[in-house]
């Protein structure tokens, strides 16, 4: 029964194992995966125990574990009725010998139906096989647990970059160990069942406090040991290059996007200019679901596309997204721009996006982000300055003249462009410094193409980081028969009409804040200020930054510019949890000391290279388990016949010979009247065995329970 139960405990601790794989993997992902390889293995351990020798166990198992990947992972018809085809085979060994690679120049969590995942039934399998096996044919309290620690090392490595957390897996991990040695060292029943509350509740108190230990927040990530792979750029036509042919057919039906939201779809983010025309210098890597980018506050929406007649290979959505769905999505870091490397026609994906919020008292003491690459303006061809450069920056100190912060200088600069020019979809297209310098100073009429670009070369002209989002407002909700679509949630559709660019402006602490230049279709050029399709936000931000006091302010610089406070972390306030985790982490280090230096003690003394030391183990050994019967030893004041002697009064004459014995070789040990061998060593180990017999006789579960957690047994 010892036996089955340990096998049990072992299953328990490699499924833990895998399951910290959590920031790896999704969690449903890993629970059937666990689970099975878990299980399975330590059945037929169990089964095959006394059957077959330890060498043939070993293939039986492990052909096992090619049967069940075989057939569900990798979908392979059997070979001669049960076993893997070739193929299985080869496709689950190089799954396992690639697998650490991929996941570790991946976004994480990998994707749900990622092969890489048999690394982790292989390695949960492998552990539980081992752990079961040696608790089956060996006698080791702790040996049999020491096979899943490589898999939680592996999980804790590969899991770093993850969303998810190994600590309450580690606790979990640490309370089944300590579980395994109490079943195996038990004596009694009753010691076991006294001692599963109290892990029960060490493991409780260690999954709730772990998380708000120091060591919790920012563990190392081993990925920066690793040389990563470039982002792979994806080549296309510049989405800017589309808006014109995309007005003049607005009818054209790009997407579908199911969606409550009314905020505005970003296709693509483009960073680089040439003189001629924006392109982005976006790369990309595979995610299999999570976006990482800017942490900060907002509102998580969700939107399901269904793609049309959409060209390219960017894929629209809502501000920055954090999560998301499809087959073939690869995603760029730096500015959370998605691309699809599959067919484009009816592909269909979802995405999880959070909806940023400025509060207009940050924005108003931001300072410009230090960004040069942002802030380039390029030379011509012959690598002179064009001279278009010179009246950009006239044209952009007119327009912001006034301004009393960077932030109002924006806001100045896209009020101004709304009411300088009218938006005409009729008018020609390009963004060159030619074509801008026409834009401004001649025709004065532009599509939103030329607004976008030329808002941005201004705004670099004056100092000012800056990048053009091309995407689209959010579509017509079915059955409204309007561009504003509806709130309920229900499908709305993108067509070509709804193109939409505009510029953001990187400010330090904040990151990119949007500015719509486009003035409205109906109500543009002097007839009034109001953007297309900005957002309700957009426009409550330029009415607070521009109503600042009239006060004049001065221009922060390097030594006056304020610092933004960062948004909290989740959990990480000096609230209520962190002194409770004060006392609970200072209860949870004693209970693991008491519990775990003895035993170590005890090993050490037992395990002493020379055959004197091992004796004089067994003797303080001896003495310790005698004061847990309530014998006082002062061991400093009475010989060690005396002591035997005292103990004897108390535990009866069947202690006489072993304590006689033990006294005797320990004053030979410590006195050196005579030599001392292994087999003495080994006869003083026995012999202190069959005293702590008597002692476990002679006193009850409770009283050695609450000596072993007493402070005294730090020291015995």
Not at 145 to 172: D, F, I, M, N, W
Not at 330 to 335: G, L, M, Q
Not at 469 to 480: D, I, K
Request: charged letters at 15%; a positive charge.
């Amino acid at each position: 029964m010892r036996g089955l139960v340990s096998v049990g405990v072992v299953a328990l601790l490699a499924a833990t194992a895998g399951l910290a794989f959590d920031g790896v993997f999704p969690l449903a992902a890993l629970l059937p995966v666990a689970g099975v390889a878990a299980g399975v293995p330590c059945v037929l351990s169990v089964l095959l125990y006394g059957r077959l020798p330890l060498w043939g166990t070993i293939p039986v198992s492990m052909l096992g574990w090619l049967v069940a990947v075989s057939a569900t992972l990798f979908r392979s018809e059997a070979w001669l009725g049960f076993l893997p085809s070739p193929a299985a085979v080869r496709a689950a060994l190089l799954g396992v010998r690639d697998a650490g690679g991929r996941l570790l120049t991946t976004i994480l969590p990998a994707a749900p139906d990622s092969t890489a995942v048999v690394l982790v039934g292989f390695l949960v399998w492998a552990a539980a096989l081992a752990g079961a096996e040696i608790a089956l044919r060996s006698r080791a309290v702790m040996l049999p647990a020491l096979a899943a620690l490589p898999v939680l090392a592996v999980a804790v490595v590969l899991g770093v970059a993850g969303a998810g957390s190994v600590v309450p897996y580690a606790a979990v991990f640490a309370g089944l160990t300590l579980l395994l040695g109490l079943v195996r060292a038990a004596r009694s029943a009753g010691t076991v069942a006294v001692g599963v509350p109290l892990l029960a509740c060490l493991v409780l108190a260690a999954v709730v406090t772990a998380p708000a230990l120091p060591m919790a927040d920012r563990p190392y990530d081993v990925r920066r040991l690793v040389e990563q792979p470039p982002p792979r750029p994806i080549n296309g036509v510049s989405a800017l290059d589309q808006v014109s042919a995309w007005l003049q057919n607005p009818q054209r039906e790009l997407f579908t996007v199911g969606t409550a939201s009314e905020a505005n779809l970003r296709l693509a983010v483009l960073d680089t200019f040439d003189g001629v025309t924006w392109t982005s210098g976006a790369g990309f890597v595979p995610t299999g679901g999570r976006v990482p980018g800017q942490e900060g506050g907002g509102d998580p929406v969700t939107q399901r596309f269904t793609l049309q007649k959409l060209p390219g290979p960017w894929l629209p959505a809502a501000d920055r997204p954090l999560l998301v769905k499809g087959a073939g999505i690869v995603v760029d870091p730096a500015t959370g721009m998605l691309a699809g490397t599959q067919a484009r026609e009816g592909m269909t994906y979802e995405v999880t996006s959070r909806i940023r919020r400025y509060p207009a008292e940050e924005l108003r003491a931001a300072v410009p982000a230090a960004d040069p690459a942002a802030l380039r303006l390029p030379d011509g061809p012959d690598g002179r300055t064009p001279p278009q450069r010179a009246r950009l920056l006239a044209i952009a100190r007119r327009a912001t003249a006034g301004a009393q912060s960077p932030t109002q200088r924006a806001a100045r600069l896209a009020a101004y462009l709304r009411k300088h020019a009218v938006n005409d979809v009729n008018s020609p297209p390009g963004h060159g410094y030619r074509s801008i310098e026409f834009f401004l100073t001649e025709s004065r009429r532009g599509t939103t193409e030329q607004f976008a670009a030329s808002f941005a070369l201004l705004a670099r002209a004056i100092g000012l980081p800056s990048r053009i989002v091309v995407g689209f407002r959010p579509g017509t909700g079915s059955g409204s028969g309007s561009g504003s679509g509806s709130g309920s949630g229900g499908v709305r559709q993108v067509r070509g009409g709804d193109v939409l660019a505009w510029a953001e402006v990187e400010f330090e602490g904040i990151g990119w804040v949007p500015f719509y230049p486009t003035p409205s279709r109906t109500r543009s050029g002097g007839s009034g200020d109001v953007a297309e399709g900005a957002p309700k936000q957009a426009r409550e931000i330029e009415q607070a930054i521009n109503s600042d006091s009239a006060e004049p302010k001065p221009t922060p610089t390097a030594a006056n510019r304020a610092t933004p406070t960062p948004a909290p972390r989740p959990g990480g306030s000096a609230g209520p949890l962190v002194w409770a985790a004060v006392p609970a982490t200072a209860l949870l280090v004693y209970l693991l000391a008491v519990l775990v230096v003895p035993p170590l003690r005890r090993m050490r003394r037992r395990r002493a290279a020379a055959p004197a030391a091992r004796v004089v183990g067994a003797w303080r050994q001896t003495v310790a388990r005698l004061r847990v019967a309530g014998i006082p030893v002062p061991s400093d004041a009475l010989t060690a016949g005396e002591v035997a002697s005292l103990a004897e009064s108390v535990l009866g004459p069947s202690a006489r010979e072993p304590l006689t014995t033990l006294a005797d070789l320990a004053n030979l040990a410590t006195f050196g009247g005579a030599p001392v061998d292994q087999a003495d060593a080994g006869l003083a180990w026995r012999h202190f065995g069959g005293v702590d017999a008597l002692v476990r006789q002679k006193v009850g579960l409770a009283r050695r329970l609450a000596h072993r957690l007493s402070p005294r047994s730090l020291v015995g």
